[in-house]
């Protein structure tokens, strides 16, 4: 028997106030055609003022916790996935566990921005599998629009906020791919292309926070190349078929790219949860929050197997597949 990181709960929250594309279109030169017909958004949430990445981590946290009929009183380890955190330090993890009432346990942030959620949910399947913690909550936040420049159209239509989070517990299985659980993790990441998808500013470059910076059409052409590679890792790793995937959950950037390494995947589509029209690129918050859409819904059911995949800046790039 091994160790297995299995999902008890999943859960998410969603700012309140939707922006649709027209109200973009009022302020820059788009259009509602141009951004649905070449990236798949309607709609993108934004946080309120005042309104931070640990408010929108926290309740996605409880909701998670609440799915899987536990509370932070019981939870070793909190790792949050950002690149928007509150402030500079503390992570923004450590308000997360405060906001549980979980002292003395382990709590940190992460950063691989779009990729965020897949590598911090490598991260804490490593530390149950270790042996070092018995559970874990893991969570995707962004308030993705604080980094935007609201004059340049080729990155401020793409992007919006919110949260998502799996609550880990350990397991046991038998080392196949019918486990529960998180089966395998795959993590690259090539700092070549750091220029690529990049904010320009930060505390040791600028003392700015800076804006995103995106060379898209680069980006676009990796994206989809990388993510069919890192897909076809994972289902070789654990000797399954593309057939035996019930439900691609992918990082939501651009509804081309998803149609595109379905494509390049031989992956039926309609097996692929889609929540860019909905959400825009939400960065490390838009796997988990199309996760919880899926089992909210009732498409994403236990024993099914689901496979996460993520390209974002770095670049960073990384798949996880779980079976639920
Ligand atoms: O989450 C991390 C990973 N991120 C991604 O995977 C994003 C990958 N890239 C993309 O999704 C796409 O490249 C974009 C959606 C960012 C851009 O789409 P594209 O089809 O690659 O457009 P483009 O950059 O080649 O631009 C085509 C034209 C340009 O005009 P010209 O030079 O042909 O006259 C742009 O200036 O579209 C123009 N354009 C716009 N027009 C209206 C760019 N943004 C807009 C806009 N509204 N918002």
């Known amino acids: 028997m091994i160790r297995r990181s299995v999902i008890a709960g999943v859960g998410a929250y969603l700012p309140e106030r939707v922006v649709p594309n027209a109200e973009l279109a009022a302020k820059v030169d788009t259009s509602d055609d141009w951004i649905v017909e070449r990236t798949g958004i309607k709609q993108r949430y934004m946080a309120a003022e005042g309104e931070f990445t640990s408010h929108l981590a ?123 659980g998180i089966l395998s993790t795959h993590l690259h990441s090539d700092g070549r292309y750091y220029d690529m998808l990049m904010v320009d500013g930060g505390p040791s470059s600028t003392q700015t926070t800076g804006h995103v910076h995106m060379k898209g059409r680069e980006v676009f052409r990796h994206a989809v190349v990388n993510l069919a590679d890192t897909v076809r890792e994972a289902i070789e790793h654990n000797q399954v078929t593309i057939d035996d995937v019930d439900w691609l959950v992918p990082h939501q950037a651009n509804r081309r790219i998803l149609d595109s390494t379905a494509d390049k995947l031989n992956l039926d589509p309609a097996k692929v949860i889609i929540t860019v029209d909905q959400h825009a690129n939400t960065s490390a918050a838009s796997i988990p929050l199309a996760l919880n859409q899926g089992v909210t819904d009732g498409r994403i059911k236990p024993g099914q197997l689901v496979l996460m995949e993520a390209m974002g800046g770095g670049f960073t790039w990384g798949s996880a597949l779980v079976r639920m």
Not at 81 to 93: K, R, S, V
Not at 132 to 160: K, P, Y
Request: aromatic share 6%; glycine share 10%.
């Open 58 to 180: 926290i309740k996605a946290a409880t909701h998670a916790l609440s799915r899987a009929n536990m509370d932070g009183k019981d939870l070793d380890l909190i790792v949050v996935a950002t690149t928007t955190p509150d402030n500079t330090f503390p992570a923004t993890a450590a308000k997360v566990q405060a906001a549980l009432g979980r002292s003395g346990i382990i709590a940190f942030d992460v950063q691989a921005v779009c990729s965020g959620f897949v590598y911090a949910l490598s991260v804490a399947d490593n530390f149950i599998k270790a042996g070092q913690v018995e559970s874990a909550l893991v969570i995707g936040a962004e308030t993705f629009t604080r980094l935007l420049d609201w004059n340049d159209r080729t990155t401020c239509v793409l992007f919006g906020d919110g949260a998502g989070a799996v609550v880990l517990q350990a397991g046991q299985g038998e080392g196949t791919a019918k486990d529960r």
